[in-house]
């Protein structure tokens, strides 16, 4: 199946709505109403499920519990995958808090740092290795995604270590648009841009207002 | 000028590759090895500058400090943009450690929280104000962003105080999408959502080498 990255997106967007949806004890949610929680049209709503083949009955919405194990056998591996996180700084440790008991079909397994103050310990339930152990741990705790947040001067030096450790997804959260060989699924992802694009917007809608 | 939203993207990412070539000295770069660092094609280089009215000297490469300044001329406003963070946790701190001394046309002046161990402390530089305060204080020290850092569970509650307040834009970085009236620039990012993604794109690449 050839589903488009803004799809993959949205739907795990949806599912985590409709997560919260079923802890509340809704059974049932229109189109509508789903998409005016991510404030999007219904008719996206409608075309996402469509592209994945979900079909429902229209006149009581989707059946929330059905949709989530739809979109979960679209989006999850059938075995949970391991993460590691590298830098086991701030960011890190925001993250692997924000992942500690989600039920997610991910788990991060280990921290990697070079610090002699975080090496050795156990920090939020995941234990900080050394980073010269990278290759070996990543095979022994069958880890097959990092989350690079290292600091930036030092990101590019990560590429081969991750290479060699036979990784299959980075998240890559530092300032340096890395390159990876053809197998190896990246997201480069820098916070600045996602501030930068909404105060371009912010410009926008007042350049927009003074007219 | 109406610039999709990709693109204003992608002009933040070859803004700050353009930087680093500047400071280490490089004067010209062509499309074709911006493009290279960002993995991406020249041919989406040359149309995103295309698109900002952007033309050069082919023969040597883009001038970087031109380029540089054009960029700037689009993404930037005519004044510093203030930005407040909600929620001092691990995030926020990552966020504003980041940001300190960037040079960037955005600076991140106060952070709120409830914490009492955090109200009245200035960390990384940034005072950290009780909630109760924000309105006023937003207008105090002419905040135009927020950055939402805040616990999911009270995501909702800070809609209110952030409309009152006249914010103009939000970065939600909490697991609850939100709504904002019209007129207030609203990404909504989890990074839930990059992890499922690259988790999944690393699922297909697996699928197609067993094929």
């Keep these: ?4 990255e803004k799809t993959i997106e949205r739907l ?10 079923h802890k509340e004890g809704i059974t049932h949610i229109f189109s509508h109403v789903l998409a005016g929680i991510h404030g ?54 925001a993250i692997t ?15 990697f740092d070079v610090d002699p103050e975080k090496v050795g310990k156990t920090i939020d339930d995941i234990p900080c290795i050394h980073m010269d152990d990278f290759e070996r741990e990543v095979e022994h705790l069958d880890i097959n995604i990092v989350v690079l947040a290292c600091p930036t001067r030092v990101a590019s030096e990560m590429v081969i270590p991750i290479v060699n450790a036979g990784i ?12 990876f060989p053809l197998g190896i699924v990246v997201e480069n992802y820098d916070i600045t841009t996602l501030l930068e694009k909404v105060a371009y917007f912010v410009k926008e809608n007042e350049y927009r207002n003074d007219l």
Tied chains: 1, 2.
């Design 1 to 4: 199946m050839n589903i488009p």
């Design 12 to 21: 795990s967007e949806y599912r985590r709505t409709l997560l919260r949806c």
């Design 40 to 93: 999007i049209t219904a008719v996206q709503v409608r075309r996402d499920l469509m592209l994945i083949g979900f079909s429902s009955d229209t006149k009581k919405g989707y059946d929330v519990e059905v949709l989530i194990d739809f979109i979960s056998g679209i989006l999850d591996s059938p075995t949970p995958l391991n993460i590691a996180i590298i830098g086991m700084g701030h960011l890190a440790q």
């Design 97 to 111: 808090k924000y992942f500690n008991g989600k039920g997610l079909k991910m788990k991060i397994v280990a921290a």
């Design 168 to 179: 299959k997804g980075v998240l890559n959260f530092t300032s340096k648009p890395l390159n």
